[in-house]
């Protein structure tokens, strides 16, 4: 589909990469890019049309589908982060909030969303994963246990919006250069070439975005045995966005 013309709404709007997508959009000639996200005067992008969203509410979701029912283009940006392994702090809080968010909230949005973009000539939904949703290192199994999920979730939705004429986008970059990977050592993409990869994907129909070098050497090693992949993981110091 095209991005010039298109009317896209970006959730987690209000910084890192869903701001530049946004002003990405904007840039590449969309006709409309609402920019969502739990507060509004947080954002402060030019040529944006706000809107109060948190995924995690049933409320907020309906509203913005009401709202925005002329979308062509979901991005499914908005997530979190608690840096939690699988055995540290609360049994019974362990992972609901990425769960919670990343999973669940990307699920809600999807459906109030699909036939929107079906209603609107199919349009494209872009879901924002991680290279985590392929391995996993203690510090973030919450995380990339909820990235997992959202994959296998995109892979879904791929299958089940295709004759909508929907098209369903997952991105997998490494570590990206925004606050929330702040205390991670080593290269980083930057958030630009991220959406600038992500918007060319959906302008050439492509299903899946491997956006650096750490994202095409793990899905690569994925064919492998599990013995090879995670010892060298582990000796390498296993990527995490």
């Not at 809107?51 to 940006?77: F, K, P």
């Not at 369903?168 to 990977?181: E, N, Y």
């Not at 959406?195 to 994925?222: F, I, M, N, P, W």
Request: aromatic share 4%.
């Amino acid at each position: 589909m095209d991005i010039e013309g298109s009317v896209a709404l970006v959730t987690g709007a209000n910084r890192g990469l869903g701001s530049v997508f946004a002003r990405l959009l904007v840039e590449r000639g969309a006709a409309k890019v609402y920019a969502a996200a739990r507060n509004t005067d947080t954002l402060t992008l030019d040529g944006v049309i706000p809107v109060h969203l948190d995924i995690t509410s049933a409320a907020d979701i309906a509203a913005a589908a009401q709202r925005c029912d002329d979308v062509t283009l979901l991005i499914n940006n908005a997530g979190i982060t608690t840096r939690t392994s699988a055995l540290a702090g609360d049994a019974d809080e362990a992972g609901h909030r990425e769960m919670e968010t990343n999973f669940f909230g990307t699920l809600a949005m999807s459906r109030a969303f699909a036939p929107i973009l079906a209603g609107n000539g199919g349009g494209a939904l872009v879901n924002i994963l991680s290279v985590v949703s392929w391995v996993a290192r203690p510090a973030n199994a919450m995380y990339s246990a909820s990235k997992a999920a959202s994959w296998s979730l995109t892979n879904a939705l791929r299958v089940e919006l295709a004759p909508r004429g929907t098209l369903v986008v997952g991105v997998h970059p490494g570590p990206i250069d925004t606050d929330s990977a702040a205390f991670l050592d080593g290269p980083k993409i930057a958030p630009a070439d991220v959406a600038t990869q992500t918007l060319d994907a959906v302008q050439h129909g492509r299903y899946e975005v491997l956006t650096d070098d750490t994202s095409r050497r793990v899905k690569a090693a994925l064919a492998g045995d599990v013995t090879e992949l995670y010892p060298s993981l582990i000796r390498a110091g296993a990527p995490a966005r």
